[in-house]
């Protein structure tokens, strides 16, 4: 008894502990996602969110839905492995909306991005000096972007 | 060169865009596989990954480093990113009427070739490792993903990435990196990168799948990792990397 | 790019841990060595350092307030940092930081203060009025006992504590050596010894702040140096300067030795854009010279005003070196590319949030609440000597 007499202060300073210990675990029941811990430690929900972001780009197949005869084109011809959206870049809004034009694509900037001659490029890939080759005419003006020819 | 990238894109065309209630976690096991000799270093993936995913600009998701290698001593290479190879390369010039692949300039000379880098969604990820909240984890199909909603933006992650893959986004102010457009993969369509790369040098795999045909590749081609003494599990698989990559 | 020299990955180029990051475990350290100080008293029975027994623990508490600060400035999103408490990844040193600071916070530093104060808290709170009256009624938690019994209780307790605290500063403290320690990824900080050399550092700034804030005091009170207290103070800190100086030898020469793949790309960034943090702040100016001036003190017999002036620019000298042991292992980490090809520059910034006048700010702070920590508790007895712990004068 003489011990809880001397010693009482320190119990005090001990159920301060007690105290927020308890309310720690209290807030943590309500704080803590209830996703958290589903797969492993982190919040599950996450994966779904992750998976629901928009797309910007369409994808091939969308394409040859609607455009199945450039789609036949390109199978005959060196681009037959190139996607569509390679190109004409992302156009998932076009895919959901035809009403909304792609931008036309200039070909004397976007063929030479892949068909510029470097020695840096592997040999056995198709290249060319711009200047030599053609002068600065449009690529469309002698070869079919589609099948390449 | 073309004929894998056909059938790569066979195995593309045969997946059909499934919607994600379909789409089960456990049966696949997400992986992808860079052909280096067939990258020409055009950008198109950086270009189309920054697009697909709003990355925020001089930070990189994925992007391309040319790698020019003088002499045998590996361990010094050059080499360059400019824009993390947005824009492409400088042309390095050939020599006039000489062989393909060898340069004119004597400084120019030796072996050049492109390494397109992302995430390597390791198993052992240490990144996921350091995270001190569950923020960044592996999600039963094997891609390395950030909780944005979760994360401190104490950039620990980053630091612990030994492949620099990982960065701050500067407005969100949270972890950012590739997600294997994870939000594409699990719907049946690939990646934006393996989408927009022209010559099939970036292929999707899944290594659960036992029709996917990128795992007769990778039994029948020399396939390395980056950094393997890291140990660190990482599943982008490189085809003939060379030594002096880093 | 510019500040790049060489190939740096695209996402490497600009730092992401900043100068507050160089400050966080340099104000950490501080708390370790002044309670380590405090320690030498209650536990080794070091009598002679006695008079700053309380002002250690001040020092130590007042530090370890602002230890979260830059942390939390840091921070992305600071006001998610709770998460650490609700959700702690397990296998993230970072994420024991907040079970381990408030350990340290409550169970070590402010329990041991409270003990030993104990009497004066219960007379302050009798004779107080106003404001900090009720302060004090509330620090007494409502009891007034202070028997002989009572007190010899607060005496064994705080015995127990301190010895747990020992092992508790040195974990709060070696997590954060741990934190970098553990990085595969990084090989500038990749090493076992990361720990122990944070730790030995911090034991040498901390006892080093100490004596200069002890010294300082009196100075500003006019009250006398008690010499046998600083010359033994001086003592200890040369003895662990020279283990923390030979444990970071042992790491430069068995990197020089081993010279591995990265020693190449770290040996090139030492000689160059950390030459003036790392050989001349750290090693020469911050170590060699305050070793050397205290190592005289040791076998010459000084004068006593040579002597305090020995130990006033040794203390400074020490701080000077422990920082920049700090920026060199934080900020040095992050100028190197992973694909040991090439460096970036840490461009700091004046007055933003992570800046170099935060970084000022966040230093003075402690000595800001270390002076109304001094005004609230006072380390001294009405006579104006520095009182010694309520123990040994019930001895």
């Not at chain 1, 309310?23 to 996450?46: E, S």
């Not at chain 3, 028997?147 to 403290?173: E, M």
Request: overall charge neutral.
């Amino acid at each position: 008894m003489s011990l809880s007499k001397d010693a009482g202060h320190l119990f005090r300073f001990a159920y301060l502990f007690v105290i927020a210990f308890a309310v720690f675990l209290v807030i943590r029941h309500f704080v803590v996602p209830k996703t958290f811990g589903q797969y492993g430690h982190y919040r599950g929900a996450a994966i779904a969110e992750i998976a629901a972001r928009p797309m910007h780009f369409a994808g091939h197949q969308k394409c040859e839905l609607c455009h199945s005869d450039i789609a036949e084109a390109k199978k005959a011809g060196k681009h037959e492995n190139v996607s569509c959206e390679a190109c004409h870049g992302p156009l998932a809004n076009h895919a959901d909306d035809p009403s909304i034009q792609p931008t036309k694509i200039d070909t004397t900037v976007l063929c030479i991005r892949c068909h510029a001659d470097s020695a840096a490029k592997p040999g056995v890939f198709p290249q060319i000096d711009p200047v030599q080759h053609s002068g600065g005419v449009p690529c469309e003006t002698c070869h079919q972007p589609h099948n390449g020819l | 060169m073309l004929p894998a990238a056909a059938i790569a894109w066979k195995y593309v065309l045969a997946g059909t865009p499934e919607d994600s209630p379909n789409y089960t976690k456990t049966d696949h096991w997400w992986s992808m596989l860079i052909d280096i000799p067939k990258c020409i270093g055009c950008g198109n993936c950086v270009r189309a990954c920054a697009a697909e995913n709003d990355v925020p600009d001089g930070h990189f998701r994925t992007w391309v480093e040319r790698y020019h290698v003088t002499d045998y001593h590996l361990a010094n290479p050059e080499v360059i990113s400019p824009d993390g190879g947005k824009e492409g390369f400088p042309a390095v010039p050939k020599s006039a009427g000489g062989e393909e692949g060898f340069s004119a300039a004597p400084e120019d000379a030796g072996k050049y070739f492109f390494v397109p880098k992302l995430c390597n969604h390791c198993e052992d990820s240490p990144c996921t490792q350091v995270c001190p909240v569950g923020a960044t984890f592996v999600t039963p199909d094997g891609v390395v993903l950030v909780d944005q909603t979760y994360c401190l933006g104490c950039a620990y992650c980053v630091q612990a990435c030994p492949y620099g893959c990982r960065y701050i986004h500067p407005e969100k102010k949270v972890a950012d990196k590739c997600t294997l457009c994870y939000h594409r993969i699990t719907k049946g369509l690939t990646t934006a990168c393996c989408e927009a790369c022209p010559t099939g040098t970036r292929q999707l795999v899944d290594l659960k799948d036992p029709n996917d045909p990128i795992h007769t590749f990778l039994k029948t081609h020399s396939v390395q990792v980056l950094k393997p003494q890291m140990a660190t599990g990482a599943k982008v698989f490189y085809n003939e990397l060379d030594g002096s990559v880093r | 790019m510019s500040g790049v020299e060489g190939y740096m990955y695209p996402n490497e180029i600009t730092l992401n841990w900043s100068v507050l990051i160089v400050l966080y475990p340099y104000i950490t350290g501080l708390v370790a060595g002044a309670f380590i100080l405090a320690s030498l008293v209650r536990i080794f029975n070091v009598k002679a350092v006695a008079p700053t027994y309380r002002l250690a623990l001040l020092t130590a508490l007042s530090f370890l307030l602002v230890a979260p600060l830059p942390l939390q400035l840091h921070l992305g999103h600071p006001l998610r940092s709770p998460e650490m408490y609700f959700t702690p990844h397990s296998t993230s040193a970072m994420a024991m930081f907040g079970f381990v600071y408030l350990w340290y916070l409550m169970a070590v530093l402010v329990f041991e203060i409270w003990l030993d104060y104990r009497s004066d808290i219960v007379h302050l709170s009798q004779t107080t009025t106003g404001w900090k009256g009720r302060l004090y009624r509330a620090m007494t938690l409502g009891s007034d006992n202070l028997s002989p019994r009572s007190l010899a209780i607060d005496h064994k307790v705080g015995w127990i504590v301190t010895l747990v605290g020992i092992p508790s500063a040195f974990i709060l403290h070696g997590y954060v050596g741990f934190i970098f320690g553990s990085l595969k990824a990084n090989p500038w900080w990749n090493s076992p010894l990361m720990p122990v050399v944070f730790l030995f550092s911090a034991m040498v700034s901390g006892i080093a702040a100490v004596l200069l804030i002890y010294m300082g005091i009196s100075k500003l009170r006019k009250t006398s140096i008690d010499m046998p207290c600083v010359d033994t103070i001086a003592m200890y800190l040369f003895y662990i300067f020279i283990l923390d100086f030979s444990l970071e030898m042992l790491d430069l020469v068995h990197r020089v030795y081993e010279a591995d793949e990265s020693f190449r790309t770290l040996n090139f960034m030492v000689h160059t854009r950390l030459y003036f943090s790392q050989i001349v702040l750290q090693i020469c100016i911050g170590t060699l010279v305050p070793i050397f001036l205290l190592a005289i003190v040791q076998v010459k017999k000084l004068p006593e005003i040579v002597r305090k002036r020995i130990y006033v620019v040794s203390g400074c000298l020490v701080q000077i070196g422990v920082f920049a042991m700090r920026w060199n292992v934080v900020i040095g980490g992050q100028l190197f590319s992973k694909s040991f090809l090439g460096y970036t520059t840490y461009k700091v910034s004046l007055v933003t949030k992570e800046g170099l006048l935060m970084a000022i700010v966040l230093t003075i702070l402690p000595l800001v609440i270390l002076w109304g920590l001094v005004k609230l508790l006072p380390p001294w007895d009405d006579e104006g000597q520095a009182s010694i712990p309520a123990a040994t004068a019930a001895n």
